[in-house]
């Protein structure tokens, strides 16, 4: 069973001081003067040459690094006081020095961090002064009232200074750790817009998942339900068609079991591809099994080269596996290729996909090609849609999607 943590709910004893608030007294003025240091040589030295090509990199250098500064804090903060501060949303994922830069410097979960270390020093000085001073003053008056030789009147005083400031002491230690805690709490955390999205992401990923495994459920219903039955209706059918071969006066009625037979035999083939088009059975052993199979019907020969070692979520996978159907069905009846590729990889936590022909040309998004919805759907799943179709001839599109919902 662990021990109450502050904040849990638990009332501890009013004298107590827990020995994390003791080691966050000590060590918190110097780690706080360094914090301030690092803030005011950044922005001088950032500020100072920001009129310069490398100004606004060390800017956003140093803005990097307090975002880093400030998660050890609040690691510091989780082991000495208990309080568990939540992660702030990751810095945008930017490609090329002029977007990491400008990243950076729009980070506001940095510039917090920024803020925490220059806030810190003041309540690090307050928290030194109420653990540590305070009963340090309580004790050195009474030692020195007690041997100076000063008028009663004020060794009384001064030794009545003891006791006081040896109450006083826990009271205003723990005053000072809880505002350390909200400090951390408000400038090291997420901010409200960023939990808002997080509870949204969260919502959205349980709705995914929700959709996903209700349409596996009502595929295997199909399957093993209707089409069965459909299956059977066929064959007893089929029995029929057989038992009236012997009888010539029953033409008519041969006629109509065979005609329900062929209509039967087009409804199963329509329910199957129906099924395939809700939950494609390739994909019950993964994109890697799917894809291969999907290749294989495209109009075009189509050269495949899969290299994802992690299996993505569920309806990442379906995402996926119908806009690369999509595409391959843009190829065969739209851009006049003789051949394709789809190369499939994974680039640190994102899947990329890409779809490329030899054909004319010339498709854009939003031209009526499928292309529009395409990115809706991929948009849905926090994917991206890059398209490149010179009139020149060949398109290339790439699909990038997160390995998790």
């Known amino acids: 069973m662990t021990a109450p943590r502050p904040g849990d709910g638990v009332r501890e004893p009013w004298w107590r001081i827990r020995p994390g608030a003791l080691a966050m007294a000590l060590t918190g003025p110097p780690l706080s003067v360094l914090g301030a240091a690092y803030v005011a040589v950044v922005l001088y030295t950032g500020?100072?040459?920001?009129?310069?090509?490398?100004?606004?990199?060390?800017?956003?250098?140093?803005l990097?690094?307090?975002?880093?500064?400030?998660?050890?804090?609040?690691?510091?903060?989780?082991?000495?006081?208990?309080?568990?501060?939540?992660?702030?949303?990751?810095?945008?994922?930017?490609?090329?020095?002029?977007?990491?830069?400008?990243?950076?410097?729009?980070?506001?979960?940095?510039?917090?961090?920024?803020?925490?270390l220059l806030l810190r020093l003041p309540v690090d000085l307050l928290a030194f002064v109420a653990t540590?001073?305070?009963?340090?003053?309580?004790?050195?008056?009474?030692?020195?009232?007690?041997?100076?030789?000063?008028?009663?009147?004020?060794?009384?005083?001064?030794?009545?200074?003891?006791?006081?400031?040896?109450?006083?002491?826990?009271?205003?230690?723990r005053a000072m750790m809880d505002l350390h805690r909200l400090l951390a709490r408000t400038l090291l955390g997420p901010t409200p817009s960023q939990l808002r999205v997080r509870t949204l992401e969260r919502a959205r990923s349980t709705a995914l998942t929700e959709s996903d495994r209700s349409l596996r459920q009502f595929e295997r219903d199909l399957h093993d339900g209707t089409q069965a039955q459909l299956v059977a209706i066929a064959m007893t059918l089929s029995l029929t068609a057989d038992a009236l071969d012997g009888a010539p006066h029953l033409d008519r009625p041969r006629?109509?079991?065979?005609?329900?037979?062929?209509?039967?035999?087009?409804?199963?083939?329509?329910?199957?591809?129906?099924?395939?088009?809700?939950?494609?059975?390739?994909?019950?052993?993964?994109?890697?099994?799917?894809?291969?199979?999907?290749?294989?019907?495209?109009?075009?020969p189509v050269t495949l080269t899969v290299d994802v070692p992690e299996r993505p979520d569920p309806v990442i996978e379906r995402v996926a596996y119908f806009c690369v159907a999509e595409l391959l069905t843009n190829v065969s009846k739209h851009s006049g290729a003789?051949?394709?590729?789809?190369?499939?990889?994974?680039?640190?936590?994102?899947?990329?996909?890409?779809?490329?022909?030899?054909?004319?040309?010339g498709a854009r998004i939003g031209a009526g090609s499928g292309?529009?919805?395409?990115?809706?759907?991929?948009?849905?799943?926090d994917g991206t849609l890059r398209l490149d179709s010179?009139?020149?001839?060949?398109?290339?599109?790439?699909?990038?999607?997160?390995?998790?919902i």
């Open 132 to 173: 540590i001073g305070l009963p340090v003053f309580g004790v050195w008056s009474a030692v020195w009232a007690l041997s100076s030789g000063e008028p009663p009147w004020l060794v009384a005083a001064a030794v009545a200074c003891c006791p006081a400031a040896l109450a006083l002491t826990p009271v205003a230690s």
């Open 390 to 404: 010179p009139p020149s001839g060949s398109t290339t599109a790439v699909l990038e999607l997160p390995v998790r």
């Open 338 to 361: 003789t051949r394709a590729s789809v190369d499939a990889d994974l680039v640190g936590k994102q899947l990329r996909i890409t779809v490329a022909d030899n054909g004319a040309g």
């Open 371 to 381: 292309l529009l919805g395409l990115r809706e759907r991929l948009a849905a799943v």
């Open 64 to 116: 990097r690094g307090a975002r880093h500064l400030g998660r050890a804090h609040a690691r510091l903060v989780r082991a000495l006081l208990g309080e568990v501060v939540a992660a702030p949303a990751p810095p945008v994922a930017a490609g090329g020095p002029v977007r990491w830069v400008r990243g950076a410097l729009t980070d506001v979960s940095a510039w917090r961090g920024m803020l925490y």
């Open 47 to 62: 500020g100072l040459l920001s009129l310069t090509l490398i100004g606004l990199p060390l800017l956003a250098v140093g």
């Open 255 to 300: 006629a109509l079991v065979a005609r329900a037979r062929t209509q039967t035999d087009a409804a199963i083939a329509e329910l199957r591809r129906l099924i395939d088009g809700i939950s494609p059975a390739a994909l019950d052993r993964g994109l890697l099994d799917a894809l291969p199979r999907l290749t294989e019907q495209a109009g075009v």
